[in-house]
């Protein structure tokens, strides 16, 4: 018999390709779409019902009852049901007692880490890492997957104008590009190289889509984003999750434009199935889909699951619409059973991918690696190099332990474990982390360190403790001053209407700053806070966000010069909520405003004529520009910016030109510098940003040394929406490379 043995060149091929089809989401003839279909022609409708339901373990009673569901597949997937021993028992029943021996998927907010915990993806984010990022998700997986976890509710990659939200901190900022870049790294870390690793989990893109446009900055409330701003930003990290074959998505609470997303066909089946031929499945968000009828989108919960599955909403987590009404909407022909069948399929299929058919056991002996000393290590570098220098005046940062008496430690955020933690970080343990107070005492010696608390908490406004901590500072040759935000006040549910620092930090911070010695602030937080007048009293100040376990060595290392900070912002800093919405790739307007034109009020000559102050897009008391902009970040050294060339100043519209630039480290540290590239439409069918991110690079220069940059820039990297088609459009283009979204050397091009 002629049998084919395929040489290893054919195997290779075939590994590659397999490979290469899971990178990019593209269809995979890996056998689990026969799969599906022979075991949805097997499955019974209940038992179809069960695999479109994620429930709790406590929904059918006693545990008794919770394993006779399990027997009777009254559910596919459970929500926050961990632990080896549990999960390996109940996946036992469910493929050992049931009919069809089909695996569960266990589901769980794994947002920054499950038991190490890294900082909040916002500030994650600041790192401009995705290859640390990367390494973080899949460590997260690595820990979260010793519990049974196979499928992690993350990345979140809201994109969001407005730091008033609370979740904020676990999104990725407000650029399309970088959050996009870090969306594809967080799903690789999740999945790995292969989804059928013990290690690797599910990714879940959420919240699809719109979420972060919540109005005012109120969490849940409604967005309504012109389809341009839509598939041109808000869209752009979903995209990229789904190239990076993230197995699932959660459609989000909000309503877009009038429609619940969690029952919109124009985003769960134009968009994501027809237009980017996703085949993994979409999940609700909690109870998003009874919401439906409180948005009076549904006249009940009936219509509401109707409408949810003509929409193409797979699974429901943790409400039971679909479990209560699929046969009554069968039989009132409201829905059909091939929708059924799909949505099934579409679970089947992950389920498979997974290899959970194969073994849905987990090793009880796995969760010895479990907060690994590499972990903590590499948490503690995501941590430094997520921190945010944004001043350091007459060079007060670095500290030399070697030359400094005694430093004040004190705040509410010096020595606050969970704080630190930052939002969604349930499984991480307040035992686990190591505070500042902690690591700078370990650094320097219990000696050197007089620590004052000064508040209990970010909201405290007793000021019992003020007197104390001017003692402090008194005798010590500097201060470091830990505020910013208890990890309750983002997240979830935890938007703020004003985004000053809580209780009464200002007022510590300004009696500090009387005492004349050198103050670095470090701010713990998760969001950007309206810090204007805090950057004026401090001669230096860290924006560490909540930087997970390991924040306390990772800030030590920085205010003690082990390393340079090397984070830059990933979204704007306002001067205060009146900005809001602000972001750097704002349109110019027709009345684009200018020093020249604008008069702070304070020095509005009184009774000013009207029309004496120039009609042009500021305010009167904020002006046009934010407090800080996108991508800002200082360094221990300086870089400086030269030689900026292009292979061509003109490309075709299907061609490419490579951008070249020279950076020097001037300084006397070697450091990182996160070099940009910004682009600028100047005209187009619709009106075009002042500057879009096209590109970085997060580049180590040793001290008095060159680096040469390289970009390739295609004309397919200029597309846009224009609400008619998405196109690259020929005429005149500015392009920056640069430190920051403010500055940088300036080049022109033209696409033919
Ligand atoms: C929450 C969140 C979502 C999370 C889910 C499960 O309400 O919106 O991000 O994954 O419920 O906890």
Request: glycine fraction near 8%; hydrophobic fraction near 40%; charged fraction near 25%.
């Amino acid at each position: 018999m002629n049998t084919f043995k395929p040489s290893l060149v054919v195997l290779f091929l075939l590994f590659a390709l397999l490979a290469n089809s899971c990178k990019t989401g593209a269809p995979v003839n890996d056998g689990a779409d026969t799969m599906a279909e022979k075991m949805v022609a097997r499955m019974t409708l209940d038992e179809k019902i069960g695999q479109m339901s994620q429930l709790f373990d406590g929904y059918f009673g006693d545990y008794e009852q919770f394993k006779q569901a399990i027997r009777e597949g009254r559910f596919g997937s459970l929500l926050n049901y961990l632990g080896a021993d549990k999960v390996n028992e109940a996946q036992r029943i469910a493929v050992e007692e049931s009919r069809l021996g089909i695996p569960l998927l266990i589901g769980r907010d794994v947002i920054h880490g499950y038991r190490t915990i890294f900082p909040i993806p916002l500030g994650m984010a600041a790192s401009w890492n995705p290859e640390a990022v990367k390494a973080a998700f899949r460590i997260a997986a690595a820990e979260a997957s010793t519990q049974g976890i196979n499928w992690a509710f993350a990345p979140m990659i809201d994109i969001t104008w407005d730091p008033r939200w609370g979740r904020i901190a676990e999104g990725c900022g407000e650029d399309p590009y970088l959050a996009s870049t870090l969306a594809y790294a967080m799903v690789e870390g999740l999945q790995g190289d292969s989804l059928t690793d013990p290690a690797s989990v599910a990714a879940c893109a959420k919240h699809y889509a719109g979420y972060g446009f919540a109005e005012a900055g109120r969490d849940y409330n409604t967005t309504y984003i012109a389809e341009p701003v839509l598939r041109n930003v808000v869209l752009k990290p979903f995209k990229a999750a789904k190239d990076a074959g993230a197995l699932t998505f959660m459609s989000g609470f909000n309503e877009l434009n009038g429609i619940p997303v969690s029952a919109d066909q124009f985003i769960l089946k134009q968009i994501l199935r027809d237009e980017w031929g996703f085949e993994g499945l979409v999940i609700s968000d909690w109870a998003s889909v009874p919401q439906i009828v409180d948005q009076g989108y549904a006249v009940d919960e009936k219509d509401a699951a109707a409408k949810a599955i003509n929409a193409g909403l797979d699974m429901e987590m943790a409400t039971t619409t679909y479990f209560d009404n699929i046969k009554t909407l069968l039989d009132e022909k409201k829905i059909t059973m091939e929708q059924i069948d799909n949505a099934v399929k579409n679970i089947l299929r992950v389920k498979y991918k997974l290899g959970l058919f194969e073994n849905p056991y987990v090793d009880p002996e796995a969760e010895k690696k479990i907060l690994d000393p590499s972990f903590l290590e590499h948490a503690r570098m995501v941590a430094r190099q997520s921190t945010v220098m944004l001043k350091n005046d007459s060079n007060t940062l670095p500290l030399f332990a070697d030359k400094i008496s005694s430093v004040a430690v004190i705040g509410p955020l010096a020595d606050s474990p969970r704080d630190q933690m930052g939002t969604w970080s349930f499984d991480g343990l307040p035992e686990n982390s190591v505070t500042p107070l902690e690591a700078i005492r370990d650094m320097i010696g219990d000696r050197k360190v007089n620590y004052v608390q000064g508040l209990k908490y970010s909201r405290d406004r007793t000021k019992d403790q003020f007197s104390a901590a001017m003692a402090a500072a008194d005798r010590s040759d500097a201060i470091l001053l830990f505020i910013g935000e208890e990890w309750i006040l983002s997240g979830e549910g935890q938007s703020r209407g004003n985004i000053d620092l809580p209780g009464a930090q200002s007022e510590l911070l300004t009696a500090l700053a009387a005492t004349g010695k050198p103050l670095v602030v470090i701010i713990m937080a998760g969001r950007p806070l309206a810090i204007g007048d805090e950057l004026k009293e401090s001669d230096a100040l860290l924006y560490a966000w909540h930087g997970g376990t390991m924040a306390g060595p990772a800030l030590a290392d920085l205010i003690f010069g082990k390393e340079s900070p090397s984070g830059k912002l990933p979204v704007t800093f306002v001067k205060g909520e009146g900005q809001i919405p602000f972001y750097y790739y704002r349109k110019n307007t027709g009345r684009p405003a200018s020093d020249r034109t604008w008069t702070p009020i304070d020095e509005i000559p009184v009774e000013n004529p009207q029309s004496s102050l120039g009609y042009e897009s500021f305010h009167l008391d904020y002006g046009y520009t934010p407090l800080l902009p996108f991508g800002y970040g200082l360094s221990y050294t300086t870089f400086t910016y030269s030689d900026l060339t292009l292979s061509d100043d003109e490309m075709s519209i299907t061609g490419s030109i490579t951008v070249k630039a020279t950076v020097t480290n001037g300084g006397e540290w070697d450091a990182d510098e996160i070099v940009q590239l910004y682009i600028r439409d100047r005209v187009g069918s619709i009106t075009r940003p002042i500057k879009e991110l096209k590109g970085y690079r997060r580049i180590t220069i040793p001290k008095g040394e060159t680096a040469e940059v390289e970009f390739t820039l295609a004309a397919a990297d200029l597309a846009f929406f224009n609400g008619r088609e998405t196109l690259t459009e020929p005429g005149e283009f500015d392009l920056w490379v640069g430190p920051n979204s403010d500055e940088g050397l300036h080049a022109e091009f033209i696409v033919r």
